[in-house]
């Protein structure tokens, strides 16, 4: 991490109420970036879609289990990690949410939606420790990476769950 970064940490109990704290902690953070409302409104999509993941999928809910965020500001950059301590699982066994036998499946639209709206989107997921969702969004809209992490998943160990 550069030394002119700089780092909003959020800790959250697995219960859904507390996805608005995530919430509130993400608009603040792109505050300090000057993001439009639209991005900011992406971002905060993006996040509430990893956390309630987090909390539902990786920890089952369960009140012992906590969601850590933490937001690392740097100059053009913003990178978001949202890590559970969950089982863990592999982002590629997730079901198409465009597929036609998925199209009305009420649930499975999350990571669908980080991968649309952060620029860089990454899992990393192992037994035992949990999972780690990190998302990237450029300050300048014009840097464009590669649309939402394709092809990057599955860096680091990657569990089924």
């Known amino acids: 991490m550069k030394p002119d970064a700089s780092v909003t940490e959020v800790v959250l109990e697995s ?33 509430h879609e990893a956390v309630i993941n987090a909390i539902h999928h990786g920890n089952k809910e369960d009140p012992l289990k906590k969601v850590y965020i933490k937001f690392i500001l740097l100059e053009e950059t913003l990178e978001i990690h949202v890590q559970d301590e969950g089982p863990g699982f592999d982002p590629g066994k997730v079901p198409d949410p465009l597929a036609k036998e998925n199209l009305l499946n009420i649930s499975g639209r999350g990571i ?38 394709t092809g990057r998943e599955h860096e680091g160990d990657s569990a089924s769950g």
């Open 15 to 47: 219960k859904l109420e507390n996805v608005e704290q995530a919430e509130e902690a993400t608009r603040s953070v792109c505050a300090k970036l000057g993001f439009d409302e639209e991005t900011v409104f992406h971002i905060e999509m993006a996040v």
């Open 112 to 149: 669908f939606l980080v991968r649309k709206f952060m620029d860089e989107f990454r899992v990393d997921s192992s037994p035992g420790k949990g999972t780690e969702v990190i998302m990237i969004k450029h300050v300048d809209s014009r840097i464009q990476s590669n649309q939402g992490g």
